[in-house]
């Protein structure tokens, strides 16, 4: 088995959050951190401390993290939108601008880096199945280390586009589940046939006894 060598890189540090956020790098992250920078520059973000910024992803990939590390688009604040296509492809909106931007993949991976021949030697392995835990490491430094050197225009393309403001996250009061007793937001529960209001999985379960009793 050939030795791998002890790498050195410096890795930025904004970098560094987002590797902090995510557990580990590899090649998603850094396709998220390459937008997520983009973005910052062409539409004057800052960090959203609320929901200025918006991010809606095309697929649910390790790049997803790098956006809410830096762009402060998450979950729990409503303004991260998954559109779960498995497309590499993100849009970024600034609320105070009004402005939107697509950014797309442009292509199929190749490596470009200076070491080809160990890159091509970890690609086999991996597609065969025979790696070690050590290669497959080093199989996305390589790629990340080659992604984090080119332009971005060589990587992504980008498009203004016009995009619908989506609506910020929803309030409401959260009621008691007629069934189970568990608080529920509002909005998100079921009336029933005898106005009882029930949270979605008790619904469910009502919903398969009904059909059940009318099956015997």
Known sequence: MKKIENISTTIPEDLQK???FHGHQCPGLVYGYLVARQAIKILNLKRSRDEEVVAVCENDSCAVDALQALLGTTAGKGNLIIKDYGKNAYTILNRASKTAYRFSRKQHYTYKGKDKGE???LDAAISEGSETTIERWHHKHLKSEDLLSRPFDEVFSTEKVDFLMPPYAPLARSEAC?????????????????????CIPCSKKTSNDQRKSAAE
């Open 18 to 20: 987002c590797i902090a």
């Open 119 to 121: 890159f091509a030697r």
């Open 178 to 198: 007629s069934t189970c007793g568990e608080m529920t937001m509002s909005t998100k529960m079921v009336c029933a046939d005898n106005g009882n209001l029930l």
